[in-house]
Each structure stands twice: as structure tokens, then as C-alpha cells.
């Protein structure tokens, strides 16, 4: 199986990439925010105090999480490829339980950070704001979600750099130029593309 986690400060791109990932390599695409923003939807108890949180630019409490990774992971059908972790681990708590979950059952990740300036992310932001609907695509959040990223979330890299299970992507390029860098990386490491034609599906050499 190929587990990739995809990591970077909010707006990197994360969501983006791991949309082409998964359609180009056939993965299964765990996005945890837009987990959390289904259960908001919802309506639930658990739904509004998700959503107090993140409308103020906080993260969600680590046992929440990790208990929701675990149901995720227990339920991958058979078939399963692999796993895009998009926006997973946050905190080093957070990782530490990935990676009980994944030797369990013999598996590991690679991390590839998506590093962009920040000028650049709080750009990419306020214009998704235009459209998102988000709480939390304005200034005031933005900025204080990055500063979260820098003092909890960011030295979850240096956890994987540790374990020689990390890449570093340039995602200040445009969306089709970071796909490439990650693609490269994914192909030195083995990973086959899979191409649709004819309706049925075959593997690239
Ligand atoms: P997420 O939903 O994970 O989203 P994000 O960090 O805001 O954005 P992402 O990096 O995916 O950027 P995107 O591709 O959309 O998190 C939301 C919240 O959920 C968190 O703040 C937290 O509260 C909570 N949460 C989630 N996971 C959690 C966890 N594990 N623990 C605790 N709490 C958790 O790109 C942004 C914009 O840029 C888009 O409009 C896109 O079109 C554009 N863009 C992307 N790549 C581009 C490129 N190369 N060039 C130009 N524009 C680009």
C-alpha cells in the first residue's frame, strides 16, 4: 500500500493535490476538515462544537481525532491501494497514533510538505473566501491559523524527516508544477499511475 501524507500550513494546497493524487494513483482521499465540515453540516452536538472550533481557527481536540482515524482506517475496503492523508497528522500526538495504526497492520507513510510563502497562502485564501462559504477564510483567522501551524502543527515534519520518510515539495507554483514534483517523487519510490480507458483500469510501467 502507498500512504502518502499530505502536510503544509493551511491553503499549501493540500486538498488540491491530494485530489489529483487520488485520481491519478487510485487512492482512497481522506480529507479530515472535510470530514469535520460533514458532521457541521449535520447539525449534531458534536457537529457545533466542531464548528466553534474551527470558525475560530482552532483545531480539533486530539482524541477526537485520532478516534476518527481509527474508525477510518478499520473500514478501508480490501482492495485499498493506499491512503492520502489530507490534513493528517496536526500535532505530534496525532502522528504518534498514525503510526501505532499503520505498524498494526503493517503499513507506513511517507510525508510530503507542501512549503509555500506566506504571502502567497494568505492570497490563495481570501480569494477562496470569495466563494468557500468558510468562517474561517478571513484575515483575522487566516492569520491565526498560521500561527498555530508554526507552534503546534509544524514540527510534526521534523518527526518524519527523523524517520527518513519525508519530502520536501515547492507548492509556489502553479497547481499542474507541484503535481509534477510530487509525481516524480511517488514514481522513484515505485508508485504505478493508473490510467482509465475503455472502462476498464490498467497500470502505467
Ligand atoms: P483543511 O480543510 O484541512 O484545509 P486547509 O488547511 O484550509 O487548506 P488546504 O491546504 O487543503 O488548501 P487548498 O488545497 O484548499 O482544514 C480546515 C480546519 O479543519 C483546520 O483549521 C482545523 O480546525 C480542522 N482540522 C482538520 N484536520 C484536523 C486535524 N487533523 N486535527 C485538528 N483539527 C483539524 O488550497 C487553498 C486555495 O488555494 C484553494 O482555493 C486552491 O484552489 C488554491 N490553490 C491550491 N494550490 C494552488 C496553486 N498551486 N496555485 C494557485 N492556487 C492554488
Redo the contacts with the bound molecule.
Sequence with gaps: MLNVILF???????????ELLARHYGLQHL????L??AEIRTGSELGKEIDE??SK??????HQ?VHLIAHYIDDLPKDCKGVIF??????VE?ADALTLLLRRRGMDAVMLE?MVDED?IIK??L??GKS?G?A??NFDTIKK?LRIYQEVTKPVSAYYLRHHNYFLIN?????E??FEQIDTILRLRGAKAITESAGHTSENK
Design positions: 503544509g500550513a493551511p491553503g499549501s494546497g493540500k486538498g488540491t493535490q491530494s480529507s479530515t476538515g472535510d469535520l465540515r472550533l474551527i481557527g482552532n483545531l480539533v481536540p486530539d481525532m489530507d490534513g493528517y497528522p496536526r500535532t496525532q507542501l502567497e490563495r485564501l480569494e477562496r468557500s468558510r474561517d477564510d491559523r507548492g509556489n507554483y502553479s497547481m508544477q507541484t
